[in-house]
């Protein structure tokens, strides 16, 4: 996982937000969940769910689908370029419970 952070590393009283963008890359067909972990100062641990795709297959992006009902669109118009999500977009991650019932 290649982790990018647009703003820096900082968050405080004038920030409260904090962009993160969680990247990966891979040759073959793979798909994951992983938990990602922020800490603060204080040694406090936020823990983030990450799903991540590498294959176009509906099949294994299925609970990200399920969470994202209604707010995605697959424009297949161009079959030489993948299917991207918008970047701004706020997606779902599939509820944990979920995920470990497969």
Do not use: H
Request: net charge negative; glycine share 6%.
């Amino acid at each position: 996982l290649q982790i990018e952070w647009p703003e820096g590393r900082m968050i405080g009283i004038a920030k409260q937000r904090l962009p993160v963008d969680v990247s990966f890359e891979s040759k073959k067909p793979l798909s994951f969940t992983a938990t990602i972990e922020f800490l603060d100062e204080d040694g406090k641990r936020f823990p983030i769910p990450v799903s991540g795709i590498a294959d176009n297959c509906t099949l294994t992006t299925e609970q990200f689908l399920a969470a994202n009902d209604g707010c995605l669109t697959m424009d297949g118009a161009d079959v030489n370029r993948p299917v991207m999500l918008p970047r701004q977009a706020r997606y779902m991650a599939p509820p944990m419970a979920q995920l470990d019932q497969g």
